[in-house]
């Protein structure tokens, strides 16, 4: 079983950048696609970027398109979410998440972090 754990949330203004780690455990992550989710208070949690077994395909929520970038080193279990230009419409906690197929569909993810706080203020 895969466990997940996110850091790198924080506190920060708009427009700054922040990048999140997503380091697993119990199980390498080489062949899973990997992906963010994001829940804001008040609202469902909501895709915000995935990344292929083979970090070949990258995919991104419209709102974030651009402005963040998901990475993947398999030799470190890690994932990583470089995000650039934050806004207070980003603030959130932040998941990652592993999936058996390439998919943006929260369901479909068979493992999850814990999550990590970023607030965003203006």
């Known amino acids: 079983q895969v466990q997940l754990v996110e850091s790198g949330g924080g506190l920060v203004q708009a427009g700054d950048s922040l990048r999140l780690s997503c380091a697993a455990s119990g199980g390498t992550i080489g062949s899973y696609h990997m992906g963010w989710f994001r829940q804001a208070p008040g609202k469902e949690r909501e895709f915000v970027a995935s990344i292929k077994w083979n970090a070949v395909y990258r995919y991104y929520a419209e709102s974030v398109k651009g402005r963040f970038a998901i990475s993947r080193d398999d030799a470190k279990n890690t994932v990583y979410l470089q995000m650039n230009s934050l806004k207070p419409d980003d603030t959130a906690v932040y998941y990652c998440?592993?999936?058996?197929?390439?998919?943006?569909?929260?369901?479909?993810?068979?493992?999850w972090g814990q999550g990590t706080q970023v607030t965003v203020s203006s």
């Open positions: 998440a592993a999936a058996r197929k390439v998919t943006t569909e929260n369901d479909d993810y068979d493992y």
